[in-house]
T-cell receptor, first 113, second 109 residues
Framework: ETAVFQTPNYHVTQVGNEVSFNCKQTLGHDTMYWYKQDSKKLLKIMFSYNNKQLIVNETVPRRFSPQSSDKAHLNLRIKSVEPEDSAVYLC????????????FGSGTRLTVL | GQQVQQSPASLVLQEGENAELQCNFSTSLNSMQWFYQRPGGSLVSLFYNPSGTKHSGRLTSTTVIKERRSSLHISSSQTTDSGTYLCALERRSNNRIFFGDGTQLVVKP
């Protein structure tokens, strides 16, 4: 049963453009995350957001920024995309922290030409 | 150094054979999870297992904190088990999450 919804499923764009991905969870969770999965299937956390507290992975470039209107939504904006941004971006949520079970969305596959 | 090491990197089975996937970690952890990802698909949580043994159908997860390892056992494999299996731990010291590199499993009919 899908409870973490991501849109779009796919997005193709050119270098330098701005993109925005949406994520919504209907589980009543307090914490949401964005992960990046590269072509080797490696998953790396980008952001976690809990009660409006943002925890940023220090390796994430500044062109990436999370946007949250409430605890059920966490969007990801990328200003001026680069070729290395091509990846699958996965949104997840959990009750309090990642010590609880993570629930993932289906992912957004970004291709930067 | 790498916090989580998964093995094997890839595995090919004949349908009906069993599989044992390993995840070794080098840090104290708050939690350990196993995920399954179909080719091109989303992640599905298989187990949340910070310690001990848990069962779900043909799957068994065992985490032994003292030995810093977690395993995923698949019995009587089926072709539909093919995909990528990932383990992930949350490090106790700073709550950061680390994923293993994954095991690519192929089950042939």
């Amino acid at each position: 049963e899908t409870a973490v919804f991501q849109t779009p499923n796919y997005h193709v764009t050119q270098v330098g453009n701005e993109v925005s991905f949406n994520c919504k969870q209907t589980l009543g969770h307090d914490t949401m995350y964005w992960y990046k999965q590269d072509s080797k299937k490696l998953l790396k956390i980008m952001f976690s957001y809990n009660n409006k507290q943002l925890i940023v992975n220090e390796t994430v470039p500044r062109r990436f920024s999370p946007q949250s209107s409430d605890k059920a939504h966490l969007n990801l904006r990328i200003k001026s995309v680069e070729p290395e941004d091509s990846a699958v971006y996965l949104c997840a949520s959990s009750y309090w922290s990642s010590a609880e079970t993570l629930y993932f969305g289906s992912g957004t596959r970004l291709t930067v030409l | 150094g790498q916090q989580v090491q998964q093995s094997p990197a890839s595995l090919v089975l004949q349908e009906g054979e069993n599989a044992e996937l390993q995840c070794n970690f080098s840090t104290s952890l708050n939690s350990m999870q196993w995920f399954y990802q179909r080719p091109g698909g989303s992640l599905v949580s298989l187990f949340y297992n910070p310690s001990g043994t848990k069962h779900s159908g043909r799957l068994t997860s065992t985490t032994v904190i003292k030995e810093r390892r977690s395993s995923l056992h698949i019995s009587s494999s089926q072709t539909t088990d093919s995909g990528t299996y990932l383990c992930a731990l949350e490090r106790r010291s700073n709550n950061r999450i680390f994923f293993g590199d994954g095991t690519q499993l192929v089950v042939k009919p």
